[in-house]
C-alpha cells in the first residue's frame, strides 16, 4: 500500500525555524517528484514546494522561496521541508503528497500541524 | 504564475441537483488541470484529472471539461456524500496552484 506519513509538526515562535520530513512507503521513491501542500487554519490549499526524484530540481510558491527548502534523502524515503523565518501566516497543517507524472496527486499524507505564535 | 479564480466560493443546493463549479485560470493552458474533493479534517482526494478524465473509482455523476482558462467541474446529481469543498488545481506549470476553494453546502 502506498503511504505518505509528516512528522514534525509543533508550536514554534515567530522567527524560529522548523523541519518537516515525509515517510514514504510502497512505491519506488526515487522515481517520483514529491510535493508538500499547506492549508491554513479554516482556510483553503496552497501549494508550497516540489522536488524532483533526484532531488536536483526544486520549485517553490513566491510566499515561502529564501525561506523554504525541499529536499530528499532516497536512501531513506524521506522528503524534508525545512522552514525558517517563520510567521504567523505559516501557520497550517502540512501535507506531502505525490504528484502522478504532471497530472494530479494521487497519494496525500494525513497532515502536520505547524503551530507559529509567542 | 498562473492563479486560479473558482465561482462560486459557495453553493447551496439540494440532493439531487445538479451543480457546476467553474475554475478560471490567469493564464491558458492545455488540460493540465484536477479537481479535488476535500472533506473537513482529511487530505484531499482527486476527481477528475487532465481536465476531463475521471479517476479510477470515482463515481460517473462527476465529470470535467474546459481547456484555455475557463474549466468546469459538474455534478449530475448531488448525493448526501459530496457535500464537501472543491478545488482545482493547475499543474501546467511551476508554482502550481490551487482554486480558493467552493463549498457545497446543503440547503
Known amino acids: 500500500e502506498v503511504q505518505l506519513l509528516e512528522s514534525g509538526g509543533d508550536l514554534v515562535q515567530p522567527g524560529g525555524s522548523l523541519r518537516l520530513s515525509c515517510a514514504a512507503s510502497?512505491?519506488?521513491?526515487?522515481?517520483?517528484?514529491m510535493d508538500w501542500v499547506r492549508q491554513a487554519p479554516g482556510a483553503g490549499l496552497e501549494w508550497v514546494a516540489a522536488?524532483?526524484?533526484?532531488?536536483?530540481?526544486?520549485y517553490y510558491a513566491g510566499s515561502v522561496k529564501g525561506r523554504f527548502t525541499i529536499s530528499r534523502d532516497n536512501s531513506k524515503n524521506i522528503v524534508y521541508l525545512q522552514m525558517g523565518s517563520l510567521t504567523a501566516d505559516d501557520t497550517a497543517v502540512y501535507y506531502c503528497?505525490?504528484?502522478?507524472?504532471?497530472?494530479?496527486?494521487?497519494?496525500w499524507g494525513p497532515g502536520t500541524l505547524v503551530t507559529v505564535s509567542s | 504564475d498562473i492563479q486560479l479564480t473558482q465561482s462560486p466560493s459557495f453553493l447551496s443546493a439540494s440532493v439531487g441537483d445538479r451543480v457546476t463549479i467553474t475554475c478560471r485560470a490567469s493564464?491558458?493552458?492545455?488540460?493540465?488541470l484536477a479537481w479535488y474533493q476535500q472533506k473537513p479534517g482529511k487530505p484531499p482526494k482527486v476527481l477528475i484529472y487532465?481536465?476531463?478524465t475521471l479517476q479510477s473509482g470515482v463515481p460517473s455523476r462527476f465529470s470535467g471539461s474546459g481547456s484555455g482558462t475557463e474549466f468546469t467541474l459538474t455534478i449530475s446529481s448531488l448525493q448526501p456524500e459530496d457535500f464537501a469543498t472543491y478545488y482545482c488545481?493547475?499543474?501546467?506549470?511551476?508554482?502550481?496552484?490551487f482554486g480558493q476553494g467552493t463549498k457545497l453546502e446543503i440547503k
Open positions: 493564464l491558458g493552458f492545455s488540460s493540465y
Open positions: 487532465a481536465a476531463s
Open positions: 510502497g512505491f519506488p521513491f526515487g522515481g517520483h517528484a
Open positions: 503528497a505525490k504528484p502522478v507524472g504532471g497530472w494530479y496527486f494521487d497519494v
Open positions: 488545481q493547475q499543474l501546467n506549470s511551476y508554482p502550481y496552484s
Open positions: 522536488v524532483s526524484g533526484s532531488g536536483t530540481n526544486t
